[in-house]
RNA sequence: GCAAGGGUGGUGGAGUGGUCAAACACAUCAGACUGUAAAUCUGACGCCUUCGGGCUUCACAGGUUCAAAUCCUGUCCCUUGCA
């Protein structure tokens, strides 16, 4: 396996939280010229865990996925997320996180420390600090408090990852920067894990406002109050245009789930539209012999109409839904291929 | 032929005197989704509307009533049981 330095071209990771893209093997997650992906670490801690997936070889190993880095999320996000919902219950506090599986009842606890260690574990060849996120329109004493916990949290879990050999592992951590829609937080955040020895920078929080749009100013925030050299990851970026304007920013690591998910809820894209979208339900494609993108060569696009996914999708056929993420994700490696030849 | 039960919007199916343009589901037509709680969610779905409302509907035709999808009479269909 011949990598490049991580984040020195654009790069788009799907997101396999729980270890897979969602309806790909990763025979087909290969074909669509993906080389690194995501996995989260809160959601292999509640499965299959840990331990098992090292005593298995590792995640590289578990999901035979050996065509480019692997990069495990701290958890930080579904603490955040999952306490939102209804079925789980939990805490944070100074410490960590502490919350209840709605399924199997059991208590899970996240601390710095912990989310590194089980990112040791699983393998990874990219860590990610545990940080404190929150929603996008909060206060600014709750700001406050997200980034002072979001700083001593990154400051534990890169002492965590030196004391377990993370570095002489030749394994690369990252921190995330917070600070809402406060310039001057997310400033100081910045400015405060630019003095800890990260490898990377990722903008965390929310990465688009209520409006649906990308939060441009911070972004540029923090890419400016960041050292130049070490990559920038703006988690959960986004929409096609939204990774070209972020892209201009600087930032060259990219993930979201909206590009698979988007393909199970029939909004497919294409260099075809002006707005690259095509909601592949509606009535005018069911009788569309053109593919998809007249310009894709994927499994979907070489071998299949517009009506045809139109029809496997709305029955809800689940090879409808794997060749719509094939597409999908193949649309977003050309996209960045693209940027990268520019 | 007799007996019993039925006929409700694109479909299935609630409703059995007023709060009914009619639950709910499906279908249909749109929309949303941004470090995956998501093969999910939201809206529209008789007709018209200056979005306040207005109008026409529950097999068909009459009738009772202030008021009927709901009660009564007749007609036409359907299902089941008995001949």
């Known amino acids: 396996m011949t990598k490049e330095k991580f984040g020195e071209k654009i790069t788009f990771m799907p997101d396999a939280t729980r270890g897979a893209v969602r309806f ?124 002072h916990r979001t700083l001593e949290w990154a400051q534990r879990a890169l002492a965590h990852f030196e004391k377990l050999g993370g570095r002489k592992q030749g394994k690369l951590i990252s921190c995330v920067v917070q600070g809402a829609n406060y310039l001057d937080l997310r400033e100081y955040c ?50 096609p245009q939204d990774i070209i304007e972020a892209a201009k920013l600087g930032y060259t690591v990219f993930d979201t789930v909206l590009v698979t998910r988007n393909a199970r809820h029939g909004t497919l894209y294409s260099f075809d539209k002006e707005d690259y979208m095509l909601r592949i339900k509606n009535a005018r494609y069911s009788s569309d012999l053109a593919p998809i993108d007249s310009s894709c060569d994927c499994e979907a696009c070489k071998n299949h109409s517009r009506a045809y996914i139109h029809h496997m999708i709305r029955i809800g056929e689940a090879t409808g839904m794997t060749l719509a993420t094939i597409h999908n994700l193949m649309f977003y490696q050309r996209l960045v291929e693209k940027l990268n030849r520019v």
């Not at 999901?63 to 939990?90: A, I, P, R």
């Open 24 to 147: 790909l093997t990763s025979n087909q997650l290969k074909e669509t010229g993906t080389k690194n992906v995501v996995v989260n670490t809160l959601h292999l801690l509640i499965s299959p865990g840990p331990d098992k997936i090292e005593e298995l070889g590792g995640i590289h190993e578990f999901m035979n996925w050996h065509e480019g880095y692997m990069l495990s999320d701290s958890g930080g996000f579904q603490v955040f997320s999952l306490l939102h919902s209804k079925e789980w219950e939990g805490k944070i506090d100074r410490d960590g996180a502490t919350f209840k599986s709605p399924r199997e009842g059991k208590i899970y606890t996240l601390t710095p420390e912990s989310s590194i260690e089980i990112q040791m574990k699983l393998g990874t060849d990219i860590l990610v600090a545990l940080d404190d996120c929150r929603d996008a329109q909060i206060e600014r004493k709750e700001a406050e408090e997200s980034v």
């Open 190 to 239: 910045a400015k405060e894990l630019s003095k800890m020895n990260f490898d990377g920078y990722n903008f965390g929080g929310y990465v688009v406002n209520d409006k649906g749009k990308l939060v441009l100013e911070e972004m540029k925030v923090v890419i400016q109050n960041t050292p130049k050299g070490k990559f920038k990851y703006a988690m959960g970026v986004g929409k």
